[in-house]
């Protein structure tokens, strides 16, 4: 008797990290496309930290909040294993 059975498309996806709409967004708030190295997106971090840091641009009212957006973004694809 042969069993024919599907592939765990469940396990498949959780190699494919960057198919997630999550880090799709995370990838795209640092300029990025999937799929993209750890070493891009440590990169793009780097030069956009510096870039909106707040103390870069103290005038700047949005300043804070970019700055802010740019490294919740890195924190979440680090914690996923992608810088």
Same mark, same amino acid.
């Given at each position: ?15 494919? #990290?960057?198919?997630?709409? !999550? +880090?799709? *967004?995370?990838?795209?708030? &640092?300029? /990025? $496309?999937? #799929?993209?190295?750890?070493? !891009? +997106?440590? *990169?793009?971090?780097?030069? &956009?930290? /510096? $870039? ?32």
């Amino acid at each position: 008797m042969v069993v024919k059975t599907k592939p765990n498309l469940n396990r498949t996806r959780h190699l494919i #990290p960057w198919e997630d709409a !999550a +880090v799709q *967004r995370h990838l795209a708030t &640092l300029g /990025l $496309k999937p #799929p993209a190295s750890a070493e !891009a +997106v440590k *990169r793009a971090f780097r030069a &956009l930290a /510096l $870039k909106y840091h707040p103390d870069k641009r103290p005038d700047d009212e949005n300043g804070s909040t970019d700055f802010q957006r740019i490294k919740d973004a890195y924190d979440a694809l680090a914690a996923a294993g992608m810088a």
